[in-house]
């Protein structure tokens, strides 16, 4: 089979369905970044980033095609040409070590997000990213996994920038969670904000805290007694002053900052448990490479 047949086949596998729109093949963010995809496919691996030792991994197991869920030349749209332009040096080894292998790398964002089938993860049904539409028989690919390994329970989606919602057991605190979070999800460590010592009830994955989305952060968390946001991205100014600010004044609350990276990798993780099925072969080798907890804390004395 080509690799170009087996991505074809992993679009088909997915809803592929985003805003009640079919996803544009020509505009998604599922493409092709780097390698040959008209050669055969000998085995493939998962990943959140293909970094440098992600694609020294994968040549190891044999494998030429990465599916990596972020971009590979660090930048939206992943654009190349000024990297080129510049002959950034890190751009050229990492060319070369791509090229070295023969490894072709595609991204898969889109069509995860958009849904795979819910019975892949027993059942744990997650709408996930806002722009999605709630589908029966279907489930965000990365947020669903997620919420099954930190044991949590979703809830109804509660709008833009909540992505999911878990109840936990009364008496835990926003520390023992990011105990929980660090032993679980194998970091090096993590951040709070806010009161370690709120006792946490729901917590909520937040979407990119970058601007576009905190105001709705905010307000739904407000609303639905959110004790503890679990951060991918965000900017000091806005919700994590608001956690600040509310303790300040009376109301618990805290934010755990646990990384985009590190929230997200548990449903590459899954992946590549169901990818030889929606390739349509179940005896192509396929694996899952972390990329690692991206942080090193270093705290005062």
């Not at 004790?227 to 755990?256: E, F, H």
């Amino acid at each position: 089979m080509l690799i170009s047949q087996a991505i074809a086949n992993i679009k088909s596998f997915c809803l592929g369905v985003a805003a009640g729109k079919p996803i544009d093949g020509a505009t998604t963010r599922d493409q092709i970044l780097w390698g040959d995809s008209e050669q055969e496919l000998t085995g493939v691996v998962t990943c959140i980033w293909a970094s440098a030792d992600v694609i020294r991994e994968a040549a190891v197991r044999g494998a030429n095609l990465i599916v990596s869920h972020e971009a590979l030349f660090w930048n939206h749209g992943d654009h190349t040409d000024w990297l080129e332009k510049q002959g950034n040096e890190t751009f050229l080894a990492k060319r070369a070590l791509l090229e070295e292998h023969g490894i072709c790398v595609w991204r898969f964002h889109d069509f995860i997000h958009s849904g795979v089938p819910v019975r892949l993860f027993d059942g744990w049904a997650v709408q996930g990213l806002a722009e999605v539409e709630a589908t029966e028989g279907w489930t965000d690919g990365i947020f669903a996994p997620l919420a099954a390994k930190l044991g949590y329970t979703p809830l109804p989606e509660m709008g833009p920038g909540i992505l999911f919602c878990g109840c936990e057991v009364d008496g835990i605190t926003a520390h023992e969670l990011a105990q929980e979070l660090v032993e679980k999800l194998g970091l090096t460590g993590t951040r709070i904000e806010g009161d370690p010592t709120t006792v946490v009830h729901r917590a909520a994955v937040a979407m990119h805290l970058l601007g576009y989305v905190d105001n709705q952060v905010i307000s739904l968390a407000a609303r639905h007694n959110i004790d503890c946001l679990l951060c991918m991205d965000r900017t000091d100014y806005t919700a994590a002053q608001w956690v600040r600010d509310s303790c300040q004044l009376g109301r618990k609350r805290a934010i755990i900052d646990v990384g985009h990276f590190n929230i997200e990798e548990p449903g590459m993780e899954a992946c590549a448990g169901w990818l030889s099925e929606a390739i349509g072969d179940a005896n192509m080798p396929v694996s899952f490479v972390s990329a690692g907890d991206p942080f090193t804390y270093v705290q005062r004395g």
